[in-house]
């Protein structure tokens, strides 16, 4: 009996799954159900009552809602509420318009100033600026062909750095 205990406690994942079982058996007990509430339906029966109602919706017309206002007063109102959304439309697009001009002004003056400052750089007397080696594909290929050739041998190189 004793070695049976100790071998629970060495266990505490078996224990922990025997408390998991007892208490899901001990919970499942049937709860009885309370008559104030309606019995449950399945979805088939809860379709066909919908689409019984919508046939029953479907029969009986219902009479248009009488007008609220009268149409002449509608169409004031309307005509009203286009003037002044194209009032404010064309405010906007004023508004727009202005500020695009003043951003292409902004941007002609920032383009001839970085022109004016590329003109002074790439001055070919300017000790800052050299105009880098230009090379072509014959000369690239040319190079890479000259390095494995005056480099040192394929076998004293690692394949480490070949791999790279």
Do not use: C, H
Not at 32 to 37: L, V
Not at 79 to 102: F, G, S, W
Not at 111 to 127: C, E, G, R, V
């Amino acid at each position: 009996m004793g070695d049976f205990i100790d071998f629970f406690l060495k266990n505490p994942f078996l224990i922990i799954v025997l408390i998991g079982i007892l208490t899901s058996m001990l919970g499942k007990k049937k709860q009885p159900q309370d008559p104030n509430t309606p019995p449950k339906k399945k979805w088939q029966e809860v379709m066909q009552e919908l689409q019984g109602e919508m046939q029953q919706g479907n029969q009986q017309q219902r009479p248009a809602p009488a007008p609220v206002r009268k149409v002449e007063q509608q169409a004031a109102q309307a005509a009203e509420v286009i003037d002044e959304t194209t009032n404010e439309a064309n405010k906007r697009i004023a508004e727009l318009r202005r500020l695009q001009q003043k951003y292409d002004q902004e941007r002609l003056y920032q383009k001839a100033k970085a022109d004016q400052l590329t003109s002074t750089i790439s001055d070919n007397n300017s000790p800052v600026y050299r105009k880098g080696p230009s090379f072509g594909k014959k000369q690239l290929i040319d190079g890479i062909i000259m390095s494995e050739v005056l480099g040192p041998p394929r076998a004293k190189r690692s394949l480490q750095r070949s791999r790279r």
